[in-house]
């Protein structure tokens, strides 16, 4: 066995005590394993424990061998600080410890983990009929709820319609099952109560995922839905997740716990026994706080056990996070009755229990209150059976209102169009605003209790909500498989490199600090960031056309996870997780007519008519899909490996096209050879790796041929491509820049595609000369442009981050003279410069809030910047000086 077979794991976050179970994924070098059927992948720590792992791969090098794959442990009760993967026999012998198993009867899916026993139903408003814990029944009747209003939003409303809607169940299946771990895919769309679904209403689509780890009462819930509402008609009130909860205690040995900041709760008996006139007994007030059993009532002081019907019972509560920074609770005894207020305070940590000393649930949401208007309600704990609903989006909140933001200002033809977009850089046109297709993904976890659980339980469980643990190998191991194309790790070995990763890192934490003091949290934006700034009234440009939400422009998706991957750290992880969350579900349409496609940068997420693959990209989404094995951003890549056919729907270029070469009837179109074969070429790649398909194979590698068989190349700006065969129209002589063209990912996976080509002898023609021929000459002067290709080629722009480009061809020909240019093209301080990194505290009474400006900034030059620094530093770090 090989040191390749062999890698060291630690925690991404240093988990606080046992978790439930972990999936992550794994790069391989090329030929290390070749048949997954004969390889045994377990785990170890130094203490000696051994244990099994589920593996499956999740893509393929050329040659066939494996790239990547997933794993999966079951609990483990005490995590060690890091594993050693190995590929081999189980040194242990058979392993031993609980399993999970699946058994499939006629009406239900029935999954065991050795810790809790969950019943799946195929049909129905019943999504989870039963969750079973030592036996003993703690919730059944887990479903979908949803909330449709059908009038407008309106403060003065006198009538407001309103109509309750139930996930409705039309299959589940197994995506994935092993000894440590399940996977089940449940599918469905919501419908009104009656059962019959109405036309007049959205049905919103849904998939939910379970995951079941082997002896964990905890299972994880991914829930995905996509809007597919009337914007002008539908606004959704609520939207949540219910289950019922028997109560089968006494009332004063039932419970509720509600999350508020991290490690505090509400800590409440439904009937409680503390701060009355009489005292029961120290020892009952204080196992009640506890949330053991009080005994007997009659071993009680009788002046409180004879008088318990005069106490009342709490039967509802309800903690509302109708804000980023400001929660309530409130509570009653039961329907027909006053609220009384609890408290409050800033962010929850959004979980909640509801059960009895003989065990309940406990439900909880990660980004509880980042992606507020969030609620968790108790209803009915007084009774026999207890409902315990997390609402998604708060029925408290104002119904969310996604119709467009302006009536279009008289922009009904391009020509005014394309006048707006010179003010306010909005590119808008009629009926392209709609969010018909967006969809959103929140991460839950759901555990059945035996008992009303501890403080310290509580936390831990809120905790492993909101940080989902994950196993991760260190930079230097992921730079040595080669993946992802031109990076390496961290290095501060000499003062200037040192000087550059600072101003790295200061750039991250500008964006990191901005998120929070700006506030960018909310139902469909939380993961986003803002494009622009303006100076004069000390805000990012949130009302200002198309500078306001980036939507992945000028790739920051990129920025981030090369950041992760050559500095390993968590925090830069997290931020890229909830960027990649955001862009790849709000900023992509995933049905109707656009789906595949994502919207340029605007005022809101879906508002410009900019449908494009820059922005859905598959490359902003396949690393962090790699390392984490994620299965939902899995289903995500799945909608784009037809990606090309889309633009037969939409032309990019409709509003400027000022040529004859239009796209074809129904065979062909125009594509454009950067932003648009950019995001193609990813999302072939990704189909490939991930599928061994030969037609996603030869949809790569054909177009890379006849982009080196054009004259100029990828200086050519676009061609003609035959949706037939497959291939692109190499005739065409013409130069047209665009500095736009390798800002979009496109750098990335070229240099991927030529490291594979390079490495596995596959054919690529003269693809290499034509993309050295394009990072030589973009930055070019004009006169040896002119000497080359006959004419200058205009569009020099983004100085900073085009560098890389001189980089490439400076390390690719080792030519030193290059290297220097591509040094001195970067700290040209086109986008960003010294003043930059100047932090300054805006505190003016104009502003809602005092902030952090750093002068110059722009989100498109941040991410040039960075991206431009670290593909440098990776490439000429020898040669700076």
Same mark, same amino acid.
């Given at each position: 066995?090989?040191?390749?077979?062999?890698?060291?794991?630690?925690?991404?976050?240093?988990?606080?005590?046992?978790?439930?179970?972990?999936?992550?994924?794994?790069?391989?070098?090329?030929?290390?394993?070749?048949?997954?059927?004969?390889?045994?992948?377990?785990?170890?720590?130094?203490?000696?424990?051994?244990? /099994?792992?589920?593996?499956?791969?999740?893509?393929?090098?050329?040659?066939?061998?494996?790239?990547?794959?997933?794993?999966?442990?079951?609990? @483990?009760?005490?995590?060690?600080?890091?594993?050693?993967?190995?590929?081999?026999?189980?040194?242990?012998?058979?392993?031993?410890?609980?399993?999970?198993?699946?058994?499939?009867?006629?009406?239900?899916?029935?999954?065991?983990?050795?810790?809790?026993?969950?019943?799946?139903?195929?049909?129905?408003?019943? $999504?989870?009929?039963? @969750?079973?814990?030592?036996?003993?029944?703690?919730?059944?009747?887990?479903?979908?709820?949803?909330?449709?209003?059908?009038?407008?939003?309106?403060?003065?409303?006198?009538?407001?319609?309103?109509?309750?809607?139930?996930?409705?169940?039309?299959?589940?299946?197994?995506?994935?099952?092993?000894?440590?771990?399940?996977?089940?895919?449940?599918?469905?769309?919501?419908?009104?109560?009656?059962?019959?679904?109405?036309?007049?209403?959205?049905?919103?689509?849904?998939?939910?995922? &379970?995951?079941?780890?082997?002896?964990?009462?905890? /299972?994880?819930?991914?829930?995905?839905?996509?809007?597919?509402?009337?914007?002008?008609?539908?606004?959704?009130?609520?939207?949540?997740?219910?289950?019922?909860?028997?109560?089968?205690?006494?009332?004063?040995?039932?419970?509720?716990?509600?999350?508020?900041?991290?490690?505090?709760?509400?800590?409440?008996?439904?009937?409680?026994?503390?701060?009355?006139?009489?005292?029961?007994?120290?020892?009952?007030?204080?196992?009640? @706080?506890?949330?053991?059993?009080?005994?007997?009532?009659?071993?009680?002081?009788?002046?409180?056990?004879?008088?318990?019907?005069?106490?009342?019972?709490?039967? %509802?509560?309800?903690?509302?996070?109708?804000?980023?920074?400001?929660?309530?609770?409130?509570?009653?005894?039961?329907?027909?009755?006053?609220?009384?207020?609890?408290?409050?305070?800033?962010?929850?940590?959004?979980?909640?229990?509801?059960?009895?000393?003989?065990?309940?649930?406990?439900?909880?949401?990660?980004?509880?209150?980042?992606?507020?208007?969030?609620?968790?309600?108790?209803?009915?704990?007084?009774?026999?059976?207890?409902?315990?609903?997390?609402?998604?989006?708060?029925?408290?909140?104002?119904?969310?209102?996604?119709?467009?933001?302006?009536?279009?200002?008289?922009?009904?033809?391009?020509?005014?169009?394309?006048?707006?977009?010179?003010?306010?850089?909005?590119?808008?046109? *009629?009926?392209?605003?709609?969010?018909?297709?967006?969809?959103?993904?929140?991460? @839950?976890?759901?555990?059945?209790?035996?008992?009303?659980?501890?403080?310290?339980?509580?936390?831990?469980?809120?905790?492993?909500?909101?940080?989902?643990?994950?196993?991760?190998?260190?930079?230097?191991?992921?730079?040595? &498989?080669?993946?992802?194309?031109?990076? +390496?790790?961290?290095?501060?070995?000499?003062?200037?490199?040192?000087?550059?990763?600072?101003?790295?890192?200061?750039?991250?934490?500008?964006?990191?600090?901005?998120?929070?003091?700006?506030?960018?949290?909310?139902?469909?934006?939380?993961? %986003?960031?803002?494009?622009?700034?303006?100076?004069?009234?000390?805000?990012?440009?949130?009302?200002?056309?198309?500078?306001?939400?980036?939507?992945?422009?000028?790739? *920051?998706?990129?920025?981030?996870?090369?950041?992760? /991957?050559?500095?390993?750290?968590?925090?830069?992880?997290?931020?890229?997780?909830?960027?990649?969350?955001?862009?790849?579900?709000?900023?992509?349409?995933?049905?109707?007519?656009?789906?595949?496609?994502?919207?340029?940068?605007?005022?809101?997420?879906?508002?410009?008519?900019?449908?494009?693959?820059?922005?859905?990209?598959?490359?902003?989404?396949?690393?962090?899909?790699?390392?984490?094995?994620?299965?939902?951003?899995?289903?995500?890549?799945?909608? /784009?490996? %037809?990606?090309?056919?889309?633009?037969?729907?939409?032309?990019?270029?409709?509003?400027?096209?000022?040529?004859?070469?239009?796209?074809?009837?129904?065979?062909?179109?125009?594509?454009?050879?950067?932003?648009?074969?950019?995001?193609?070429?990813?999302?072939?790649?990704?189909?490939?790796?991930?599928?061994?398909?030969?037609?996603?194979?030869?949809?790569?590698?054909?177009?890379?041929?006849?982009?080196?068989?054009?004259?100029?190349?990828?200086?050519?700006?676009?061609?003609?491509?035959?949706?037939?065969?497959?291939?692109?129209?190499?005739?065409?002589?013409?130069?047209?820049?665009?500095?736009?063209?390798?800002?979009?990912?496109?750098?990335?996976?070229?240099?991927?595609?030529?490291?594979?080509?390079?490495?596995?002898?596959?054919?690529?023609?003269?693809?290499?000369?034509?993309?050295?021929?394009?990072?030589?000459?973009?930055?070019?002067?004009?006169?040896?442009?002119?000497?080359?290709?006959?004419?200058?080629?205009?569009?020099?722009?983004?100085?900073?981050?085009?560098?890389?480009?001189?980089?490439?061809?400076?390390?690719?020909?080792?030519?030193?003279?290059?290297?220097?240019?591509?040094? +001195?093209?970067?700290?040209?301080?086109?986008?960003?410069?010294?003043?930059?990194?100047?932090?300054?505290?805006?505190?003016?009474?104009?502003?809602?809030?005092?902030?952090?400006?750093?002068?110059?900034?722009?989100?498109?030059?941040?991410?040039?910047?960075?991206?431009?620094?670290?593909?440098?530093?990776?490439? $000429?770090?020898?040669?700076?000086?």
């Amino acid at each position: 066995m090989t040191d390749d077979l062999a890698v060291d794991l630690h925690w991404l976050e240093p988990p606080a005590g046992s978790v439930p179970g972990v999936t992550w994924g794994m790069p391989w070098q090329p030929g290390a394993l070749t048949d997954p059927a004969q390889a045994s992948f377990h785990v170890s720590a130094a203490s000696g424990e051994q244990r /099994l792992v589920d593996s499956w791969v999740t893509a393929r090098w050329p040659d066939g061998s494996i790239k990547w794959t997933g794993h999966a442990i079951g609990r @483990l009760d005490q995590p060690a600080d890091g594993y050693r993967l190995t590929v081999g026999s189980f040194a242990g012998g058979s392993p031993t410890g609980a399993r999970v198993s699946v058994e499939h009867t006629e009406t239900t899916v029935i999954v065991d983990t050795g810790a809790l026993r969950l019943e799946l139903a195929r049909r129905g408003s019943q $999504i989870i009929t039963a @969750l079973t814990r030592s036996g003993r029944l703690v919730g059944a009747n887990g479903r979908l709820i949803s909330l449709i209003q059908t009038t407008p939003p309106d403060e003065e409303a006198v009538r407001v319609d309103r109509v309750q809607c139930t996930g409705h169940v039309t299959g589940i299946k197994v995506e994935r099952h092993g000894d440590q771990h399940a996977v089940l895919r449940i599918a469905g769309h919501h419908e009104v109560q009656s059962g019959t679904a109405s036309g007049e209403l959205p049905r919103l689509p849904f998939v939910l995922r &379970v995951y079941a780890y082997a002896g964990s009462p905890e /299972l994880r819930l991914v829930h995905s839905f996509t809007w597919d509402g009337d914007e002008h008609r539908h606004f959704l009130a609520g939207l949540g997740i219910r289950f019922d909860v028997p109560m089968v205690d006494p009332l004063h040995d039932r419970h509720v716990r509600l999350a508020g900041p991290s490690g505090h709760f509400l800590t409440e008996a439904v009937r409680g026994l503390t701060g009355l006139r009489r005292d029961p007994g120290a020892d009952v007030r204080a196992a009640q @706080l506890a949330g053991r059993s009080c005994g007997d009532p009659s071993r009680w002081n009788p002046e409180v056990a004879n008088r318990l019907g005069r106490i009342p019972a709490w039967g %509802d509560y309800t903690l509302a996070q109708l804000s980023s920074d400001g929660f309530t609770l409130r509570k009653r005894t039961e329907p027909g009755h006053g609220w009384v207020d609890v408290g409050g305070g800033n962010r929850s940590a959004g979980f909640a229990y509801a059960g009895g000393v003989s065990g309940g649930i406990g439900i909880g949401l990660r980004d509880f209150w980042q992606s507020y208007p969030t609620q968790l309600d108790i209803r009915g704990a007084a009774s026999e059976r207890a409902s315990l609903t997390l609402w998604l989006y708060s029925p408290q909140a104002n119904p969310m209102d996604l119709r467009f933001y302006h009536d279009g200002m008289g922009q009904d033809d391009y020509a005014s169009q394309l006048d707006g977009l010179e003010v306010t850089y909005e590119d808008y046109e *009629p009926g392209f605003g709609t969010p018909y297709g967006i969809a959103r993904t929140h991460e @839950l976890m759901l555990v059945a209790y035996d008992c009303t659980p501890s403080a310290e339980h509580l936390t831990r469980h809120a905790g492993l909500t909101e940080l989902q643990p994950l196993l991760a190998t260190d930079p230097v191991y992921l730079h040595r &498989v080669g993946v992802f194309g031109d990076w +390496a790790p961290v290095d501060r070995s000499t003062p200037v490199r040192a000087t550059l990763e600072d101003r790295l890192d200061q750039l991250f934490a500008f964006y990191a600090g901005q998120r929070e003091q700006r506030r960018w949290y909310g139902f469909w934006h939380y993961g %986003d960031i803002m494009h622009s700034y303006d100076v004069d009234r000390h805000t990012w440009r949130y009302d200002i056309g198309g500078y306001a939400w980036d939507n992945s422009e000028l790739s *920051p998706d990129l920025w981030l996870w090369q950041a992760y /991957l050559r500095s390993g750290r968590a925090d830069v992880f997290r931020f890229a997780e909830a960027l990649t969350r955001h862009t790849g579900e709000v900023d992509v349409y995933h049905l109707g007519r656009w789906r595949g496609l994502g919207t340029r940068h605007n005022v809101q997420h879906w508002g410009c008519s900019a449908k494009q693959l820059r922005i859905s990209n598959a490359g902003y989404r396949r690393i962090f899909y790699y390392l984490t094995a994620d299965d939902r951003v899995g289903e995500l890549l799945d909608e /784009l490996v %037809d990606s090309e056919r889309l633009l037969l729907e939409v032309d990019p270029n409709r509003k400027v096209r000022d040529d004859a070469y239009l796209p074809g009837a129904e065979t062909a179109m125009a594509i454009g050879l950067g932003t648009d074969f950019g995001a193609l070429a990813a999302a072939w790649l990704t189909a490939w790796e991930r599928t061994g398909d030969p037609v996603a194979r030869d949809k790569l590698l054909n177009p890379l041929r006849d982009i080196g068989a054009l004259r100029f190349g990828f200086l050519t700006g676009q061609a003609l491509y035959d949706l037939t065969t497959g291939r692109f129209d190499s005739s065409r002589e013409q130069i047209k820049v665009s500095h736009l063209n390798a800002v979009f990912g496109l750098v990335e996976v070229c240099s991927e595609v030529i490291a594979l080509a390079d490495r596995f002898d596959l054919d690529i023609g003269d693809f290499r000369a034509a993309w050295l021929q394009y990072c030589r000459l973009f930055l070019a002067d004009p006169q040896t442009q002119q000497r080359e290709v006959g004419q200058p080629l205009g569009g020099r722009s983004l100085i900073q981050g085009h560098s890389r480009l001189t980089a490439y061809a400076a390390r690719a020909l080792g030519d030193r003279e290059l290297a220097a240019r591509a040094w +001195a093209e970067f700290n040209s301080g086109d986008r960003i410069g010294e003043e930059t990194f100047q932090l300054q505290r805006a505190d003016s009474p104009n502003m809602i809030t005092p902030a952090d400006e750093a002068p110059g900034i722009s989100t498109n030059g941040a991410a040039q910047f960075a991206l431009a620094a670290m593909q440098n530093l990776a490439l $000429i770090g020898d040669q700076l000086h």
